[in-house]
């Protein structure tokens, strides 16, 4: 079992700046597949950016360039950085964890998940 506890989430002005949180306390996040997804009300889960246990990361195309995924091995934490937010940016956020080595935007794909974080960005 894989605990993920999200945090970093809120209320941001168009063009602002918020780091999201992930950690996993006790797991290795190095050694998982770790994924942001967001989910907008009326709209389906997408994957928002993962990096794998080989440090590879992936961006949706709508995110590239403003957002990046880290991770703190130390911590057991993965990070999104999300810049020049934008009103369309605005949805529950949930970290997610995978095992294997490579990325997948099918959520089924994904074997645990946090309880989400709301990231609203006002015009």
């Known amino acids: 079992q894989v605990q993920l506890v999200e945090s970093g989430g809120g209320l941001v002005q168009a063009g602002g700046s918020l780091r999201l949180s992930c950690a996993a306390p006790?797991?290795?996040?190095?050694?998982?597949?770790m994924g942001w997804f967001r989910q907008a009300p009326g709209k389906q889960r997408e994957l928002v950016a993962a990096?794998?246990?080989?440090?590879?990361?992936n961006y949706a195309d709508s995110v590239k360039g403003r957002f990046t995924i880290s991770r703190d091995n130390a911590k057991n934490t993965v990070y999104l950085q999300m810049n020049s937010l934008k009103a369309e940016d605005t949805a529950a956020y949930y970290c997610?964890?995978?095992?294997?080595?490579?990325?997948?935007?099918?959520?089924?794909?994904?074997?645990?998940w946090g309880q989400g974080t709301q990231v609203t960005v006002s015009s």
């Open positions: 006790g797991r290795a996040v190095s050694r998982l597949v």
């Open positions: 990096i794998t246990s080989g440090g590879s990361t």
């Open positions: 997610a964890a995978a095992y294997g080595s490579t990325w997948s935007t099918d959520p089924g794909r994904y074997d645990y």
